[in-house]
């Protein structure tokens, strides 16, 4: 679902149905999740598919609702930041993803402001 790049953070994707059995919650609530940006999906091929990555211990990765905000704010859809999240960032030195597990979530917020 991201460019055809080897060095895109290689992750799996999931369904609706798979984040409702994967975090407990009812389809009304993972939608909810969705639109408030606590998890970003992408309709590229057919159904909302979200990045397994941004998941951490069955539950959406903390540091990744503050990002989206920033970089929706600096104009990216929901598509262009989850291949942003995913891809090599020079400036960071790896994915913006693998910074955001790492807990490097403010030096990420700060590149992506200048992405505006």
């Known amino acids: 679902m991201t460019a055809e790049n080897p060095d895109v953070v290689p992750t799996d994707w999931l369904t609706i149905p798979d984040l409702v059995e994967i975090l407990g919650e009812t389809q009304s609530r993972v939608r909810r999740l969705l639109d408030e940006r606590v998890l970003l999906g992408s309709r590229r091929e057919g ?3 979200v990045p397994a990555v941004f998941l951490v211990g069955g539950q959406p990765l903390s540091s990744l609702r503050g990002t989206a905000i ?9 598509d262009e930041a989850i291949d942003w999240l995913l891809a090599p960032e020079p400036t960071i030195g790896v ?6 597990l790492a807990g490097r979530k403010s030096e990420v917020r700060r590149v992506a402001q200048t992405l505006a």
């Open 47 to 49: 159904p909302v598919k």
């Open 70 to 78: 920033v970089l929706a704010d600096a104009g990216f859809s929901d």
């Open 95 to 100: 994915a913006p993803i693998t910074a955001l």
